[in-house]
């Protein structure tokens, strides 16, 4: 394959990965309609909301994230999706946390446990957090948010058919492609030259 084939090869692939790593199975993941539209609560209610800025924290990107103070147990975070039985997924989410406090983000797949920040959550800046797990068809996330009695903070929550990777994996993919096509490029000059 020659140079021209290599690069075209690549652009395909990498056009291919943006649109299917774009996609989100949740609706208003982050939460850019303002309010929990698309989700529904369980458990303590109180202190947690959608807003553009409270505590020192902002949105991760777009304007608007969830700020979580629940005391006394975990405010649940609700949402159910349609998937692919017996197919991957990637969930993440992003958590930005001020390590007071009692503070955990628990996140669940149909009721199982599948990862625990916290008890505190860190002080840190918004960190991305994933876990995958295998869909049945039909399958449910819950966030379980606390801090008691302080806020942290929760954005850009997404799930997405897994095994797909992310841009910069791409695009580094592609320019070592383009490095092995030069490589040859200069072997075949080189050989003609020297024959």
């Known amino acids: 394959m020659n140079l021209k084939g ?40 109180d202190h947690t909301f959608v807003t553009p800025g409270f505590g020192g924290y902002g949105p991760q990107d777009g ?6 103070g629940a005391v006394g147990g975990d405010y649940g975070l609700n949402q159910g999706f349609a998937d692919v039985a017996g197919q991957t997924y990637t969930v993440s989410y992003y958590v930005a946390g001020n390590g007071t406090g009692f503070s955990d983000v628990n996140a669940y797949i149909d009721g199982t446990l599948e990862q625990t920040i916290g008890s505190p959550v860190p002080a840190q800046p918004y960190t991305r957090y994933s876990f995958t797990f295998v869909g049945t068809g039909a399958d449910l996330l819950t966030l379980g948010l606390r801090n008691d009695p302080s806020y942290d903070a929760l954005d850009n929550v997404s799930i997405s058919a897994g095994g797909v990777p992310e841009p910069a994996t791409w695009a580094v993919m592609l320019l070592g492609i383009l490095g092995v096509g030069a490589q040859l490029r200069m072997r075949r000059k080189s050989a003609l030259a020297t024959a």
Not at 33 to 39: A, E, I, K, Q, V
Not at 63 to 68: K, Q
């Open 6 to 45: 290599l690069v075209g090869a690549a652009a395909v692939m990498a056009a291919a990965a943006t649109g299917a790593h774009a996609s989100n199975l949740l609706v208003n993941g982050s939460f850019e309609t303002g309010d929990l539209s698309g989700w529904y609560n369980t458990g303590n209610s």
């Open 63 to 68: 304007s608007y994230f969830v700020a979580f």
